[in-house]
């Protein structure tokens, strides 16, 4: 990709694709505005994807239930008419102002997006990997231990051991198991809570004595500038032993942390964002917060509160990007303008 | 009644608890560090974790199958005491709970 495809002009940038960054679309896409969300998570959908996909919630009006999945692909379909893009498995790094008083937006990833206006939707921080506590661990962080495979290459002929028991790790170690030197699995139970049929794979090749398999839990690292020569584990019984390896991948779940957020410039209070309840603008003019993030007098940590937070937030960005033209209220049900945005065929018939 | 939050450096805490309400929901509300209760207690951070104290792990209900795999596979630093904090429903009995901080994400 050249630098030119990286550097992209839009109306909004809106950090996090959780539920209110999601239904921030639509109220911006009714006003004609167009937007492009960065998330550090491979999909959308934020804590509900992330945390609850299969449990149901039952305070969204007029959805008498749905499930944080469900609730996310609900959000995707009344969306895509307004064609959102998004950059996913990408963190916002970077804000900055540009001279022309736009808002840049530069991600991990080398993606660069300028726009007049700029939303935080970053709910309760990016979702991060949790890592094991070891003594020691960060000299080996990005050299031999890491928390995702972003090349299996850089695994070739490595003797790899992966902790954890759920679908990262087992997937992991079968997809690793035939480049890699060796690979082993260390899990604190000998249960998985795992695809079965993975599961039954990972069994297979450990009774062939093609990949080990440990019970216990990581209790120390050793190496040398930042290279990992092995790692000692210690079972529910007996003594710590040792297991030879120059690559740790750790899979423990997510865990939600303010991350760049704190280096963006902005005013926060207790790790949130204060705004106004007028424009859900942040004390710097041109950044919007709304969803978890934000707070207010009154504030709920809820997703139907998210919404109205956007909605609001919506009218007063349309000043920034539109600010030649006259706000017009309408409603969806009787508007042919806002039908038409939304891709409505044929207005239904009056009753 | 109250609970004993023990931290790590040894300090402990007495927090005035309620009756009905779990163990997590009362740490987050006097807002003790270490505690981030990320799922509100639907059983899916496991960051609500602590050690309940040697003297009192039998004096509350065991842990169901849910919460020991989700401590087993999502906690940090697990041992024999560890336990979800959004689990323990607090009862008259327990007053006097003695929980010890664990290790937990940041
Ligand atoms: C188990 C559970 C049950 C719940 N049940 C309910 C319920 O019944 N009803 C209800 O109303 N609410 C419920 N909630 C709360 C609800 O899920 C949140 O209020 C909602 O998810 C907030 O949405 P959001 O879009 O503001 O943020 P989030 O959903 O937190 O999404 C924020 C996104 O921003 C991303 N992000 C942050 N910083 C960056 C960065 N720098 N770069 C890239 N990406 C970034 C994160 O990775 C994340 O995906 C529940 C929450 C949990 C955990
Ligand atoms: S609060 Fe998430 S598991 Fe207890």
Redesign the pocket.
């Known amino acids: 990709m050249t630098e030119d495809e990286r550097r992209i002009k839009t109306d909004v940038v809106i950090?996090?694709?959780?539920?209110?960054?999601?239904f921030a679309v639509f109220e911006l896409g009714l006003l004609d505005i167009r937007a492009h969300l960065?998330?550090?998570?491979d999909r959308p959908?934020?804590?509900?994807?992330?945390?609850?996909p299969e449990?149901?919630?039952?305070?969204?009006p007029a959805l008498p239930i749905a499930t944080?999945q469900e609730l996310t692909d609900r959000l995707m379909t009344q969306i895509a008419p307004f064609n959102p893009v998004f950059h996913l498995g990408?963190?916002?790094?970077k804000i900055e102002k540009n001279p022309d008083g736009s808002w840049r937006v530069t991600?991990d990833h080398g993606t660069v997006l300028d726009a007049p206006a700029l939303v935080i939707?970053?709910?309760?921080?990016?979702?991060t990997p949790k890592k094991p506590a070891l003594a020691g661990l960060e000299a080996y962080e990005g050299t031999s231990v890491f928390y995702a495979v972003r090349q299996i290459e850089s695994f070739r002929n490595k003797t790899v051991l992966i902790a954890g028991g759920g679908d990262s790790a087992i997937d992991w170690a079968l997809t690793l198991a035939p480049v890699a030197r060796r690979i082993a699995l260390v899990h604190r139970r000998d249960e998985f809570r795992a695809a079965p049929d993975s599961v039954g794979k990972m069994r297979a090749l450990v009774a062939e004595g093609k990949m080990d398999l440990h019970i216990g839990d990581l209790a120390g690292l050793s190496g040398a500038d930042g290279v990992l020569s092995c790692v000692s584990i210690r079972p529910r019984e007996g003594d710590a032993f040792d297991v030879k390896c120059d690559r740790l991948l750790a899979f423990y779940g997510l865990t939600?942390k303010?991350?760049?957020?704190a280096d963006f410039g902005l005013e926060l209070k207790d790790n949130l964002i204060p705004v106004d309840t007028e424009k859900f603008e942040s004390s710097t003019p041109g950044v919007f917060a709304?969803?978890?993030?934000c707070t207010y007098p009154g504030k709920l940590?809820?997703?139907?509160?998210?919404f109205h937070e956007a909605a609001l937030m919506a009218q007063a960005v349309f000043r920034l990007v539109h600010p030649d033209k006259k706000l017009r209220f309408q409603y969806t049900t009787s508007s042919s303008d806002l039908q038409k945005k939304l891709g409505v065929e044929k207005p239904p018939d009056r009753v | 009644m109250k609970i004993i939050l023990i931290e790590k450096d040894g300090t402990e805490r007495e927090l005035e608890a309620v009756e009905g309400w779990t163990a997590m929901e009362i740490l987050r509300d006097y807002g003790v560090g270490g505690i981030k209760a990320?799922?509100?207690?639907?059983l899916?951070?496991a960051t609500c974790h602590v050690y309940v104290d040697p003297a009192w792990v039998d004096r509350i209900p065991a842990p169901r199958e849910e919460e020991r795999e989700m401590v087993e596979d999502h906690a940090m630093d697990v041992r024999d005491n560890s336990r979800l904090s959004c689990q323990i429903v607090l009862t008259e009995e327990m007053d006097g709970l003695r929980l010890h901080m664990a290790t937990n994400p940041e």
């Open positions: 950090i996090g694709a959780g539920p209110v960054g999601l960065v998330d550090i998570l959908g934020g804590q509900c994807a992330e945390l609850y449990k149901p919630i039952y305070d969204i944080g990408q963190s916002a790094e991600t939707a970053a709910g309760g921080g990016s979702f939600m303010l991350g760049p957020l709304i969803g978890d993030i940590k809820l997703i139907l509160s998210g | 990320e799922c509100g207690g639907a899916a951070c």
